[in-house]
């Protein structure tokens, strides 16, 4: 068994509101894995925006703008108690990171030894212990310490073995966004002979969903930012909007068969107008802004299907570490930070400048 010291390198989340509420520490207590659980040494994470919205209290349903509006700063007041993902009051301080690679380094009772030293990917929306229905789930870094941390433990049944020679900054970027991408592609049932308009491209879930909706034989249309439409037609889109055009003018009404957002906000009416009659809409974000212009005439009078997802099945996860293993997806890194400038990484994270995923180091610095 590895050496594990009693002290790590993290970073607590003191309380909803700004940067001033990310506090690095050296001093932190490792923990030490429970019955059923396992003790993994992280060796990269990931930025996501679920890190954000945690952090400012974004879910709390008193909140109705756009993510960047208090990423800053936070909403104050406007924060109530139910500003986490599952509604109810946070735990402070807690150790958020809802991606993370590493290696599984000891176990708690009833786990077999033998998977000391396997490579892991962490579920980061975790179905909770003794939920009959799977979709009563919990956040990995939200309800329970995630892997802005050296070291973090979780449920064994949660931790997947990964054989890959992608580096832990590379495997990083997986378990959030791209699962978040493909248990909506499978939902959705994307197939190869649809034409598929995904919002957010650029971004993290958006760079997936690229990926896994091509993977599947689908035509692929993404919306993003002006100057980054070689990188997103680099991993897969066919062709391109850009953010702020019209989706009506460029694409034409009733003209695809599946919309895949993260961003709703003022573009939202548009989607129900270019989705073909019997279409499809996925939803995993709100990042532009959770209250829409909804006329619901657009939906029953053309027989849409909405879907909306957060929890990941077992299935879809393991789905997915057979396409990393494969090569079928791979991972879009804009930068790599060290877990000390986390405040840095947020920053860059939500000037939405980069393409793809934002990385922490973590071990290894």
């Not at 894995?33 to 990269?44: N, Q, S, T």
């Not at 990931?46 to 909403?75: E, F, L, M, P």
């Not at 499978?186 to 995904?198: A, Y």
């Not at 909804?294 to 879809?316: A, E, N």
């Amino acid at each position: 068994m590895a050496d594990i010291p009693e002290k790590m390198k993290g970073v607590y989340l003191t309380g909803f509101g700004g940067y001033d509420k990310l506090e690095y520490r050296e001093d932190i207590p490792v923990p030490t894995p429970k019955a059923g659980e396992v003790l993994v040494k992280i060796g990269a994470a990931a930025v996501n925006n679920t890190d954000i919205n945690t952090r400012i209290g974004w879910y709390s349903k008193h909140v109705k703008t756009a993510t960047g509006v208090g990423g800053t700063a936070g909403y104050g007041s406007d924060v109530k108690e139910d500003g986490s993902w599952l509604g109810r009051p946070l735990e402070f301080p807690r150790i958020q990171g809802a991606d993370g690679c590493g290696k599984i380094v000891a176990v708690g009772e009833g786990v077999d030894g033998r998977r000391i030293g396997e490579r892991v990917l962490i579920r980061n929306v975790q179905e909770m212990p003794l939920s009959d229905r799977g979709i009563e789930c919990l956040t990995y870094g939200s309800e329970c310490d995630g892997t802005f941390c050296e070291y973090t433990t979780a449920r064994s049944e949660e931790v997947f073995q990964i054989n890959s020679n992608l580096s832990d900054e590379e495997l990083a970027v997986f378990p959030c966004a791209y699962a978040t991408a493909n248990n909506l592609v499978c939902r959705v049932k994307v197939n190869e002979s649809d034409r598929v308009l995904v919002t957010g491209s650029s971004g993290g879930v958006g760079s997936a969903l690229v990926q896994i909706a091509k993977a599947r034989g689908a035509h692929v249309i993404g919306v993003c930012d002006t100057g980054k439409e070689e990188a997103v037609k680099g991993y897969g889109a066919d062709e391109i909007i850009h953010r702020g055009e019209d989706y009506i003018e460029k694409l034409g009404e009733m003209s695809v068969d599946v919309v895949l957002d993260m961003v709703a906000g003022e573009s939202w009416r548009q989607i129900l107008k270019v989705l073909k009659k019997g279409g499809k809409l996925g939803m995993c974000g709100a990042i532009a802004g959770p209250i829409v212009e909804f006329d619901v005439r657009d939906m029953y009078l053309k027989d849409l299907s909405f879907f909306g997802t957060t929890y990941q099945t077992r299935d879809s996860m393991s789905e997915l570490i057979e396409f990393i293993e494969q090569g079928k997806i791979r991972p879009i890194i804009s930068k790599s930070y060290p877990l000390k400038d986390i405040v840095e990484a947020q920053k860059a994270f939500l000037a939405k400048k980069h393409v793809g995923k934002i990385v922490l180091k973590v071990n290894g610095e």
